[in-house]
């Protein structure tokens, strides 16, 4: 049992917080400085604090993937509430493959600090199959922008809205 401690200690628990002491440094230092840049440039320290202190907000409100679930079944059940002749066949098809999605349990969600992702799976969540769900790094980076479906920011999905917008007017109006 010792050795086992030891190990833990030795491979994971040392690196890790040699690592978390690195990073709360160099958030220290760079304190430090914007606090020193306040006496001698005070208009560049207070643009630079009001971009952290964006960043920090709009990584506090981006969207989750229990909003997107929510907004996505919002519009379901507006374009369910509006006839076949008029509803917009482009917003019906974007909500119908998501929809497709959710129910194949293909849709993946990534918080990047700001915004949020909602990227499509190549396989299904519980497949086991090693072959089906290992891809090389590189293809995965290189399918990336193809992967994606939605785009999050402040409580909203970008895409889900944009597909939305007019969906009770049909195409053929958009001519007039």
Not at 20 to 41: F, H, P, Q, S
Not at 112 to 123: C, M, Q, T, W
């Amino acid at each position: 049992m010792q050795r086992i401690g030891s190990f833990v200690s030795r491979r994971m628990w040392q690196p890790l917080r040699r690592e978390v002491t690195a990073i709360a440094r160099d958030y220290k230092d760079v304190l430090v400085d914007m606090w020193k840049d306040v006496g001698e440039r005070p208009m560049s320290a207070a643009i630079k604090a009001y971009a952290a202190g964006a960043v920090v907000w709009a990584s506090n409100v981006a969207p989750d993937m229990l909003e997107y679930r929510q907004q996505l079944a919002e519009a379901s059940n507006d374009l369910g509430e509006v006839s076949d002749f008029i509803r917009r066949k482009a917003s019906f098809e974007h909500v119908a493959k998501r929809m497709d999605l959710i129910a194949t349990e293909r849709l993946d969600y990534v918080w990047a600090g700001p915004v949020s992702l909602i990227l499509e799976r190549d396989h299904e969540k519980h497949l086991k199959l090693f072959k089906a769900t290992s891809t090389p790094w590189v293809q995965f980076i290189a399918s990336l922008p193809s992967r994606v479906l939605d785009v999050g920011f402040n409580h909203r999905w970008l895409w889900l809205e944009t597909a939305m917008i007019d969906y009770d007017i049909p195409e053929d109006m958009d001519d007039k």
